[in-house]
């Protein structure tokens, strides 16, 4: 482990850098000073964790508010992983150097040799220059430089020494903890990413590509904010914004597997020349579920993977589209429901997804494939043992379905508009056909209030109309228009007979058939 003394030197002669996919320096002044208590103290701290290759990042950061010295040639970098906060905080403490660049908030951390030792209470404050005190406070960045220790030393109060002394021993001597990983393999990278990931370390994979792909005509981030903002007026920004989304579809048009191995792996040349092909298939791909399954919106959708293998599809040079038969499409939308209701992408996500992206290869060049060959099987459980709940994955595909019968307005009989409904994408656009209030008066207990197959597109200015009584007490409010009721996959007659059990089970029903309808035309 080395000294802070063998840290400070090792930054300032360029060999730990700090790569540009790690966010800035975030910590204020007393975060500072409270790390100099702790180490003090002796109290863990931490370790750094430090990547070292002699494989030069393009884009890199500087360290906090310092700029760092170039490379040395022919010696290896230290890549800051974890523990940056950390580094730069000991760093500028101790250093002499180097002044903070352009407009910077640093301050100088100082030792209060007045102060009275206490397990909770810390000796070290920031400390602008006029308010420095020498009579009390002592500067942290002269222990490591001995043409300034002296002279700070023997200004001080013969009553101080002791203590500034015990002080420099305890800087001196302490070894700050640092972990090396030792590779120039991008998919041990990888590994180490996604388990420091794990452990909750916000490492980003997308600025980590963008560090290798990027040239001085291309930017990966900030191609991905323009997308984002292209898409933003159909419903679809958080396309932009999913980070894994944008990556896997990167992956599965350029090299055909959406694995995080890939992603890192992903050569930056090829990037560049085909990044229109990916967004060529991310457009092909939202176009197609805007117009073929009426989803207005990202959340709109159980999966937001479902989008890669679409992508993989539609991808196309330049502005180029992907022509798509009747055959494809049948296929295409037989694979995208058998997908939503067997939860495909909830559980083995990778090994699926892969075999799913794959497939649609395999579609869109006219090869035998298997893209549908998906066993999915429903039956009147799924609509009556699970809840509406907006974010989950089977109430979503439960909203689409009901989307594509193109549903009419209970009170007035006209088309409900889905493009506003499932754009706002909130509870307001969806209420009970048989009312809570009215459930609750029957003794119906809360969890058997809202199985998928009660709800039903109802806005609330419909609902408030209906009231929350029993459907016979509501009938006569209902439009009287042909197709209200079979647009909303609800039966009639079970519906305003005011029995509850004997409803859901007809509905669940109708929903049932209707799904198997989608799923196996």
């Known amino acids: 482990m080395p000294s802070i003394r063998q840290l400070i030197e090792a930054v300032s002669d360029g060999r730990v850098r700090i790569p540009a996919f790690q966010r800035g320096f975030v910590w204020n002044a007393d975060r500072v000073a409270q790390l100099m208590d702790s180490i003090y103290k002796g109290y863990p701290f931490g370790a750094l964790l430090f990547w070292r290759t002699r494989a030069e990042l393009k ?5 906090g508010p310092f700029s760092l010295p170039p490379r040395p040639e022919d010696y290896p970098i230290d890549y800051v992983l974890d523990g940056q906060q950390r580094l730069t905080s000991i760093f500028g403490v101790f250093q002499t150097e180097l002044r903070p660049i352009g407009k910077s908030d640093w301050m100088d951390i100082y030792f209060d040799f007045m102060g009275d030792a206490d397990a909770q209470e810390s000796l070290f404050v920031p400390l602008t220059p006029s ?91 900030r191609r991905f904010a323009d997308l984002s903002e292209e898409l933003e007026p159909f419903g679809f920004k958080g396309v932009g914004e999913d980070v894994t989304l944008l990556l896997r579809c990167c992956a599965a048009v350029i090299d055909g597997d959406a ?43 159980p999966h937001a993977t479902l989008l890669v293998p ?22 295409l939308l037989r694979w995208f429901w058998k997908a939503c209701f067997s939860a495909r992408y909830g559980r083995v996500v990778q090994r699926n997804l892969q075999v799913d992206v794959e497939e649609a290869v395999k579609l869109k060049n006219g090869e035998p494939s298997a893209l549908d060959d998906i066993s999915a099987h429903i039956d009147d459980r799924f609509f009556l043992e699970n809840n509406f709940n907006l974010n989950a994955v089977n109430s979503k595909t439960f909203i689409l379905l009901l989307a594509q019968e193109r549903p009419l307005s209970f009170v007035s009989g006209q088309s409900i508009d889905l493009s506003t ?46 009231g929350g009584v029993a459907p016979s007490a509501y009938r006569s409010r209902v439009s009287s228009k042909d197709g209200v009721f079979e647009r909303a996959l609800c039966p ?14 007809a509905r669940s029903r109708a929903l049932v058939n209707a799904a198997n309808a989608l799923m196996n035309p």
């Open 310 to 331: 679409l992508a993989s599809f539609f991808a196309a040079a330049d502005s180029k589209s992907v022509k798509v038969s009747d055959r494809q499409r049948a296929t």
């Open 492 to 505: 009639k007659v079970e519906l305003f007979d005011d029995d509850y059990e004997a409803f859901l089970r």
């Open 59 to 63: 884009t890199e950061r500087d360290l």
């Open 131 to 221: 308010e420095v005190d020498p009579k009390k406070h002592f500067p942290l960045n002269v222990f490591f430089d001995a043409s300034k220790y002296g002279p700070a030393f023997r200004a001080l109060p013969e009553s101080a020494t002791p203590k500034i002394d015990d002080l420099y021993s305890r800087f001196k001597e302490v070894d700050v903890p640092v972990q090396t990983f030792v590779t120039d393999d991008r998919a041990g990278v990888a590994i180490v990413f996604e388990r420091v990931n794990r452990l909750g370390v916000e490492l980003d994979t997308l600025q980590l590509l963008s560090a290798w792909t990027w040239s001085d005509d291309f930017d990966l981030q």
């Open 259 to 301: 694995s995080p191995k890939t992603l890192v792996s992903l050569n930056g040349t090829k990037v560049r020349e085909q990044f229109s092909h990916v967004v060529n298939g991310i457009k092909g791909a939202i176009d197609f579920v805007r117009r073929e399954l009426k989803v207005e919106k990202l959340d709109n959708l």
């Open 421 to 466: 409904a499932l754009q706002a994408y909130n509870r307001n656009e969806f209420h009970h056909l048989y009312p809570q209030s009215h459930l609750r008066s029957e003794g119906i207990p809360t969890d058997r209030q809202s199985p998928l197959a009660n709800l039903c597109f109802i806005n609330a200015i419909d609902n408030k109309v209906l």
